[in-house]
């Protein structure tokens, strides 16, 4: 998709959320999601991730629409991996689990507090911020984005980030496990 996601979903623990709580937000960057949410958790679309999050057991097999449109999925961790080695991204030897020479072209050309990219695939990856659970607030929107996948590991569930030049002095896209009930964008992939 070329756009972040934005449809409200709301049951129970697995919610979606505008930065700062405010309707705007929402409309300018899309909503953000806790993992549970990004997966359908509820099973309001799809039954193949019921149950899946809040650090619950679940066996997601196959594409898990989760909340995305019929005909799109949210993506795993080795179409994420794909789409980097497609762009001849380089892994990072001195950071773990980073890309360099790979974020300002996923950018857009406009509203990054520093680090603007080139949007040389149409990603047009906008800087959305995130809401840290832990915290209870909302965080880094100019400076970073991330994206849930549907791939989990012990602890956590994998995403991958961008993050403004400012606040890391590389042009790097990091994967990462996040906890699940921290907030990320959701980016869909056709089926």
């Known amino acids: 998709m070329a756009e972040i ?3 409200k979903y709301n049951y129970n623990t697995a919610i979606s959320m505008c930065y700062d709580n405010y ?8 909503r953000l999601y806790t993992w549970s949410a990004a997966m359908d958790s509820a099973g309001v679309f ?11 057991e679940c066996s997601a097999s196959g ?5 995305c449109p019929e005909g799109w999925h949210l993506p795993d961790s080795t179409e994420i991996l794909a789409l980097l080695k ?4 380089e892994k ?20 990054w507090n520093g680090g603007e990219g080139t949007d040389d695939y149409g990603f047009t990856a906008l800087a959305a911020g995130i809401y840290i659970s832990s915290l209870y607030e909302f965080d880094f929107q100019g400076y970073q984005t991330a994206f849930w996948s549907s791939s989990r590991l012990s602890g956590g569930a994998y995403k991958f980030s961008l993050l403004s030049e400012n606040a890391t002095e590389k042009d790097c896209v990091y994967i990462v ?10 980016r869909c992939l056709k089926d």
């Open 5 to 7: 996601l934005n449809f």
């Open 23 to 30: 309707a705007k937000n929402c409309v300018s960057y899309g």
């Open 46 to 56: 799809s039954q193949n991730a019921l149950g899946c999050g809040r650090n619950a």
């Open 63 to 67: 594409n898990v629409r989760g909340v």
């Open 86 to 89: 497609y762009m001849e991204c």
């Open 92 to 111: 990072d030897e001195t950071l773990a689990n980073a890309y360099d020479h790979c974020a300002s072209r996923l950018k857009s050309t406009s509203g």
């Open 177 to 186: 496990i996040s906890n699940m009930y921290q907030g990320n964008s959701v």
